[in-house]
């Protein structure tokens, strides 16, 4: 035990959050077993390391990090050594990739109905279905997603300011004069292709290439998140990443499902599955017409952030593709996104038709007033045209 309050001691004195995330203040920290989600790269380690930073002194005994990537824990289970916290006077245990643990969710139960007086804030991969595949979790457990940077995180950062988030209806009513409280401050669009490249993912600020760090946490979604938790043979991975592969060059567009079955040499039926898996990893975002869903064939298949295409597929960048997975990535939190008969426009909500535009496209461009306007390449906006980089101040 003494060990991993060293451990935690270090983590925590080292921990530096640059940008305190939007979510901390979301949770409700009273509940007892709380679940955060969220794709490699986003932050969920540090995330945990600031929460102790901010509720507890670096040496209070009372809460304690551990990592299920300790090979102590192989043979011994999460809740004999939650106990022996506990009955030390634990009241904390933030647990960092609990899916590590082969019986995670028996184990998480078990400490959740022996000891009453300990809270658990444990981390797993987006591909978990908490409750859906785990029903002894089910009333007990509150689950949280947290994402990559959005535009306005990576903007505080980079200039200092602290800007808020707006909710949708805020920027679509008050676009105009929230924007008038930003450009004094800053120029938006002086940071906005910096975003679009390299700015979702946290690790940018660490001194190290950017792009093979991005390939490396592509690789470990599929080899270690997808394969482990959705327990498939090794020797399916290649077709997996072909699929995805697959999927990023062709761009944002329905996918030829027997096309891509022929191709990595499965069914149509198995490409479905690995689809959704893929999104579920937040790897893609699969958008269908309104009112279809999974297991229909999916209306559009985009890479889930801008800066994977920078990662997957660098050569052969379409600007159109780029702005729209802004958009659909940007929307995705907190809003159901539809596809359209259009090429370019989307259903918000079941309700709003939003269409992604160049501001400076040299054809001209007959605006509809039931239609919102993303535009890109300009800051301001005028109406029902809007933007687009202030969709990145959702969250």
């Known amino acids: ?69 300790n090979f102590y824990f192989q043979g011994r289970g999460i809740a004999d050594f939650a106990g022996k916290f506990y009955r030390s006077g634990g009241k904390v245990l933030l647990i960092d990739q609990v899916f590590k643990e082969p019986d995670w969710s028996k184990e998480l139960r078990k400490c959740y109905d022996l000891f009453p007086g300990l809270k658990i804030v444990f981390t797993g991969s987006s591909v978990m279905r908490l409750k859906e595949e785990n029903p002894e979790l089910n009333n007990i457990v509150k689950s949280y997603n947290l994402r990559g940077f959005s535009f306005r995180e990576f903007l505080n950062l980079k200039t200092g300011n602290e800007f808020k988030s707006y909710s949708l209806d805020d920027i679509l009513n008050h676009h105009e004069q929230i924007i008038r409280t930003i450009l004094p401050k800053v120029s938006p669009m002086q940071y906005f292709q910096d975003y679009i490249h390299h700015g979702f993912y946290p690790f940018f600020l660490e001194q190290r290439n950017y792009s093979e760090n991005l390939l490396k946490t592509m690789n470990m979604t599929t080899e270690v998140d997808i394969l482990l938790i959705k327990q498939i043979e090794l020797k399916y991975l290649t077709k997996i990443k072909k699929l995805f592969y697959q999927l990023a060059v062709n761009g944002p567009k329905a996918p030829n499902i027997s096309q891509l079955a022929k191709d990595i040499e499965t069914s149509r039926a198995t490409v479905m599955n690995y689809i959704k898996y893929l999104a579920d990893a937040r790897l893609i975002n699969i958008i269908y017409s309104y009112g279809e869903e999974f297991p229909k064939k999916p209306r559009k298949v985009m890479l889930h952030n801008s800066n994977l295409i920078y990662g997957i597929y660098p050569i052969d960048i379409n600007k159109q593709d780029v702005m729209e997975t802004f958009f659909v990535n940007s929307l995705w939190k907190d809003h159901k996104v539809n596809q359209k008969v259009r090429e370019n426009t989307y259903l918000v909500d079941g309700e709003k038709s939003f269409r992604v535009v160049d501001a400076l496209a040299t054809k001209k461009i007959k605006y509809q007033p039931n239609t919102i306007y993303a535009r890109y390449n300009t800051e301001i906006g005028k109406g029902n045209q809007i933007p687009l980089w202030l969709l990145g101040f959702l969250y």
């Open 1 to 69: 035990m003494e060990a991993f309050f060293r451990t935690h001691s270090y983590l925590i004195e080292h921990t530096n959050a640059p940008v305190r995330r939007q979510l901390m203040d979301e949770i409700d920290w009273n509940d007892r077993l709380i679940g955060i989600k969220g794709t490699r790269g986003v932050g969920k380690t540090t995330f945990l390391l600031q929460y102790a930073k901010e509720h507890f002194d670096i040496h209070d005994r009372k809460c304690l990090y551990i990592n299920m990537n």
